[in-house]
C-alpha cells in the first residue's frame, strides 16, 4: 500500500488524471453495475479505461494508491463500501490509525494542525 501524504489537492490536473477512475466507481450507483464489477472486476476497469496504475489500485485495494492516481475520496467510498469498509477505515488508512483510533479522534474534536 501507498504511503499516505499530508494532504491532497483536488486540481485540473489530478481532476483529469483520475477522471476514469472516479467514473467507475461513480458507477457504482446502480446495483446492475455493482453485480457486473464484482463478478469480473479485472474486465470491468478495463471497460472503463483505467490505466494499468489504477487498476492495479484498484484491484489490490489500494486506498492511497487511487488517491495518487487521482481519484476523490468520494469515489473511493463507493468502492470501499462494496467491500463493507467505513469511512472511518478509509479515515485511519489516510491517517495512519486504525478505524477506532480515527473515530476517537474525531470524537475528541480531531487533530489540531495549529
Known sequence: ????????????TQNRRGYALNRMCGSFKDA???DRFTADEATYCDAYGLSPQ??????DRDWI??????ASIFY???LAMMDKKSMQ???????GMTADEFAAELSAG????G
Request: overall charge positive; cysteine-free.
Open 54 to 59: 489504477q487498476k492495479k489500485a484498484v484491484l
Open 65 to 70: 494508491g487511487m488517491s495518487d492516481l487521482g
Open 76 to 78: 473511493i467510498f463507493k
Open 89 to 95: 477505515y478509509l479515515g485511519g488508512v489516510f491517517t
Open 32 to 34: 446492475e453495475n455493482r
Open 110 to 113: 480531531g487533530r489540531s494542525f
Open 1 to 12: 500500500m501507498s504511503k499516505a501524504q499530508d494532504n491532497y489537492i483536488l486540481d485540473l
